[in-house]
């Protein structure tokens, strides 16, 4: 009974008053605030996010997840269509913070679950971001949607995705979106990139680059997964450190460019 009762409290997160909110979101910081306080009301309860994370959202979530746009800027800098997909968008890290932060770029966040893409959906409107489409898919579905775009249309034959899948069916949904490969694809805690590579390495335009939020574990996981990454077309796979805050401690980013 105690416990119910302990996590049915408030419970503040230790940035809340913090000056490095603004220094790090600036302009974006009133929505950034309301995303958070929408997480505060709704997030462990839907299942997006554990209770051990509600005093420590800013850091954990939203500061996490704004390390990756300064990578994005510069990916996306001298594209002629600023797009980003992010996949396996989940609670909006780091899509919704992302697409928060660059107001002038188009952010598609992909997510299968249907509770997540609800949560998504609603971030979406209740924050009036412009810039972002929620899809209700699988990354090998938009996968197959951009081969067939790229080859003028359905293909009723036996057909390959880059991740070596045959015959995935694309819904209207699908199709009607994902016309075009991304400038960048970003993604966070989804899968290691063995598996990585194929789902989201397919999605870029030539020279596009892989942004991917991850631990200590990068440098391994990169090395493991040379094979994977070459067979999806990707090359240069490297790990650089990504400042969340001042003061805070850093993470990494693995970055693989798109042949």
């Not at 909110?21 to 709704?42: C, I, N, T, W, Y």
């Not at 994977?228 to 969340?244: D, N, P």
Request: hydrophobic share 40%.
């Amino acid at each position: 009974m105690t416990s119910e009762l302990e996590s049915s409290q408030p419970v503040e997160d230790e940035l809340d008053a913090s000056p490095l909110l603004e220094q790090v979101f600036g302009d974006s910081l009133p929505k950034m605030r309301a995303f958070h306080a929408k997480l505060e009301q709704e997030g462990q309860v839907r299942g997006l996010i554990g209770p051990r994370d509600m005093s420590i959202l800013w850091e954990r979530h939203l500061l996490n997840s704004a390390a990756v746009v300064p990578f994005i800027k510069e990916a996306v800098e001298n594209r002629r269509f600023k797009t980003v997909a992010d996949v396996g968008s989940g609670g909006g890290f780091p899509g919704i913070v992302a697409a928060i932060m660059l107001p002038d770029v188009s952010f598609t966040l992909i997510e299968p679950m249907e509770r997540r893409v609800a949560w998504l959906q609603e971030c979406v409107d209740d924050l009036e971001l412009s810039n972002v489409t929620v899809l209700r898919a699988r990354s090998d579905e938009v996968i197959a949607a951009l081969q067939e775009a790229r080859n003028g249309g359905p293909s009723h034959g036996k057909r390959h995705n880059r991740g070596g899948k045959a015959n995935v069916p694309v819904s209207p949904e699908v199709r009607k979106v994902a016309r075009h490969p991304y400038a960048a694809v970003t993604c966070r805690a989804v899968a290691p990139m063995t598996k990585l590579a194929g789902w989201t390495l397919p999605l870029l335009e030539p020279h596009g680059e892989l942004i991917a939020l991850k631990g200590r574990s990068a440098p391994a996981e990169i090395e493991k997964a040379a094979q994977q990454i070459a067979k999806a077309g990707g090359t240069h796979a490297r790990v650089l450190e990504a400042q969340v805050a001042p003061g805070l401690e850093p993470t990494h980013v693995v970055i693989v460019d798109k042949k």
